[in-house]
């Protein structure tokens, strides 16, 4: 079974610090990578996607890839309250019969003011 | 209207009702995915649709039957339901099967079964 894994925390960060979440898969044939924010009681909401090694930024996200380390994490700088949410890491990995989209569990971030 | 639209947002029903989710998608999308979601659990994946056709069903129980009449529309028959499947119901669509760029939710459907 392929899985996609995430510390489900809560993961506590003071206001304006930098929140770092993480994600560890293990097809090392996955080729793109996702991070979803979902609000209690809400939809998942795409906030993030890379498919290179490396960082990629968009505003106070921050993406990293690592596919040696089969690993890939969120950072969010000057963290706000309205950021407290679950966050989930997707991976799209091959499957037998074409690829698939695998969620892990989500980390659930609060930040404190 | 763009976007996944799911209705109806709120929905309670005695467990010997009958009732429907609909889901319509104005992406373009060609695979449409239900999942489940119970309070503070991950995702479940219920059903996938490629091209309308079904494609995979995750050991769902005969009482949750789906409907994909196209690409663009997919539904959820519900009928003799247990308590223990109120949950939040989610619609996703992605350009491709598999997500290669990712999925898109609707707003979901929360469901109470009394």
């Known amino acids: 079974q392929k899985e996609v894994e995430q510390n489900s925390g809560p993961l506590s960060v003071p206001e304006g610090a930098i929140a770092s979440l993480n994600c560890t898969y293990s097809?090392?044939?996955?080729?793109?990578f996702f991070w979803y924010r979902q609000y209690s009681g809400k939809s998942p909401e795409l906030i993030m996607f890379i498919y290179s090694n490396g960082d990629k930024e968009d505003g106070r996200f921050t993406a990293q890839l690592n596919k040696a380390s089969q690993y890939v994490s969120l950072l969010i700088r000057d963290s706000q309250p309205s950021d407290s949410a679950t966050y989930l890491c997707?991976?799209?990995?091959?499957?037998?019969?074409?690829?698939?989209?695998?969620f892990g569990a989500g980390t659930i971030l609060r930040v404190k003011s | 209207e763009t976007g996944v639209t799911q209705t109806p947002r709120h929905l309670v029903m005695g467990m010997t009702n009958k009732k429907s989710l609909k889901c319509e998608q104005h992406?373009?999308?060609?695979?449409m995915y239900w999942y489940k979601q119970s309070a503070k659990k991950p995702l479940e994946l219920m059903f996938v649709y490629n091209f309308k056709e079904q494609t995979e069903n995750n050991s769902v129980p005969s009482r949750f039957s789906p409907e994909c009449p196209n690409s663009s529309h997919l539904f959820l028959h519900l009928h003799t339901l247990q308590p223990e499947d109120s949950a939040l119901y989610l619609c996703a669509s992605s350009q491709e099967i598999g997500g290669y760029y990712g999925y898109t939710f609707g707003s979901g459907t929360r469901l109470t079964v009394v």
């Open positions: 097809d090392r044939g996955s080729q793109s």
């Open positions: 992406l373009g999308h060609n695979a």
């Open positions: 997707a991976v799209n990995e091959p499957q037998e019969y074409g690829n698939k989209l695998v």
